[in-house]
């Protein structure tokens, strides 16, 4: 099973800033199968990005997805009000299907 | 976009029995033509991929925390997806939900969640 760890477990900034969540994997992740979700309070997930860097429709180009390998970044280029909150990245090329246990984004 | 919406959950006692329902609406995508798949978020946790079943429902998948208990399928006539739960645990307890996607597919469609509460 390949482990995703992100980090880090909080990240506290203002609107306007740059937002940079890190996820690594234990494995190489096979053809970029590497996904980011928002979740917001009470809401199911939102897919942000997914082959590592395409994203989701309807996501705004605020929000940038790089890396390859074993190592992943989401950058939020400068941070809305609305963008403050759970990101989780996926892998989803190998089975088991797997998630990171999450970074929360809050405001400082 | 299709929109998936979850029904079954609630509470239920430890070792009894739960079927949840997906039910597809909206329909934008050939439903039978897609892996679908349940995820669960246990209070204050992360996602977790219980289950999927692919789009013909030939193949299935089981994580090792449900495996023997937890049944998938779908109805492809009604753009429907089921998970019978049996023998449940208070590991159980958890909102789960259905969402388009699984091995090799992004999770790119997803319900707004059903609970399930075990508890006596």
Redesign the interface.
């Known amino acids: 099973e390949i482990v995703l760890t992100q980090s880090p477990g909080t990240l506290s900034l203002s609107p306007g800033e740059r937002a940079t969540l890190s996820c690594r994997a234990s494995q190489s992740v096979s053809s970029s ?1 590497l ?1 980011w ?1 928002q979740q917001k309070p009470g ?5 942000l990005i ?2 590592a860097f395409s994203r ?1 429709t309807g996501i705004p180009d605020r929000f940038s997805g790089s890396g390859s390998g074993t190592d992943f970044t989401l950058t939020i280029s400068r941070l809305e009000p609305e963008d403050f909150a759970e990101y ?1 990245c ?1 892998q ?11 970074t929360k984004l809050d405001i400082k | 976009e299709a929109q998936l919406l979850e029904s079954g959950g609630g509470l239920v006692q430890p070792g009894g029995s739960l079927r949840l329902s997906c039910a597809a609406s909206g329909v934008t995508f050939t439903f039978s033509s897609y892996t679908m798949s349940w995820v669960r978020q246990a209070p204050g946790k992360g996602l977790e991929r219980v289950s999927g079943i692919t789009g013909s429902g030939g193949n299935t998948y089981y994580a090792d925390s449900v495996k023997g208990r937890f049944t998938i399928s779908r109805d492809n006539s009604k753009n429907t997806l089921y998970l019978q739960m049996n023998s449940l645990t208070a590991d159980d307890t958890a909102v789960y939900y259905c969402a388009k996607g699984g091995t090799m597919y992004p999770f790119d469609n997803w319900g707004q969640g059903t609970l399930v509460t075990v508890s006596s």
Do not use: H, I, K, N
Request: net charge positive.
């Open positions: 199968s996904a979700y809401q199911a997930p939102r897919l997914y082959g989701a989780y996926q989803y090329g190998r089975s088991p299907v797997t998630f990171g246990q999450g």
